[in-house]
């Protein structure tokens, strides 16, 4: 990467405007590609993002630019920080593009109909692009305000990893390395569906205990699927996976958090969605992480209970019900070599 070369930051939400501030204050020149020109023009004049990203100053280093073809051909490090369910309609037609260039996805999504994770899609469409994950703890407001903030660059290719964290660390900002993209990236997805549940139980006055149970209980969950697929359980005791479920499940700063806490206050589904007005990746993971789940044989209640809640008419009194009369069990399963 060349000194003067800028850097771009796809997508203008809230994580990529916060992203690209952050990149902005440690000296980079910064292109935050949006597809809306209208909202490129407001930035631009505002300084500010004021539909995603309201009251935080935009630094004179981000440029909002809506040409993907030319952002792309201009940089050699790009973030993508797109919806899951944008995130190939956006890259496939500038495929021919990204051959060696540095793909770091952000994004915390599952594609339905191949159950592939973002960085397996782009992956797909640039086979010869250099590939990463960041994952973590990262509420976009927190890091916007400043919030003493860390996260996970996760990719097998080193360089990529000491490139991200040459550009990203700062005072306010730590970026730890790996080199478990898969587990990195599994964890950013699977915990929004236990963060809707988060939501849930605060809406409906449950107590401290409850909560502890569900994140612990939803850590050996996810980790048992994880596990299942191949994937590393000790990066689940990292910031992508307990700090990033932590996060979620407790902050109503968090959009899947706040879905399911209107849903506890009776909002439909759908009303939930439209009052957010934002992207919460967990509506559409829990649906593909049921049916894979199931197609696998891996035990997930949790999953199972928020799915009859959400999309097949069951209410929450049976599912806890059921949940908290089902089998014994034995605690961490996933890695017990007791005899139970
Ligand atoms: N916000 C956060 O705290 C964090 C978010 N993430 C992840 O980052 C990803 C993006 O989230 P976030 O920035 O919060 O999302 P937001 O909902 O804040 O913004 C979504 C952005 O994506 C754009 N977009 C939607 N569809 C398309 C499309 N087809 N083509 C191009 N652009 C599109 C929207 O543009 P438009 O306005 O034109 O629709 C908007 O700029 C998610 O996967 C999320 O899980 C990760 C860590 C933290
Ligand atoms: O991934 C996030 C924090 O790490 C953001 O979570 P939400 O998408 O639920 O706001």
Known sequence: MTARQPIAVLGGGSFGTALANLLAESGQTVWLWMR??????AIRTQRENPRYLKGIKVLPGVEPVTDLAATISAC????????SGALRQALQPVSGLLAGKMLVSTTKGIEAQSFKLMSQIIEEIAPAARIGVLSGPNLAREIAEHALTATVIASEDEALCRAVQAVLHGRTFRVYASADRFGAE???????VYAIMAGMAASLGMGENTKSMLITRALAEMTRFAVRLGANPMTFLGLAG??????????????NYQVGYALGQGLSLEEAVARLGEVAEGVNTLRVLKAKAEELGVYMPLVAGLHAILFEGRTLAQVIEALMTGEPKTDVDFISTSGF
Do not use: H
């Open 36 to 41: 809306d020109p209208g909202q490129a023009e």
């Open 186 to 192: 599994l964890g950013g997805a699977l915990k929004n």
């Open 76 to 83: 050699e490090l790009i973030f993508v920080v797109l919806p």
């Open 242 to 255: 307990v700090g990033d479920l932590i996060v979620t499940c407790t902050s109503p700063k968090s959009r």
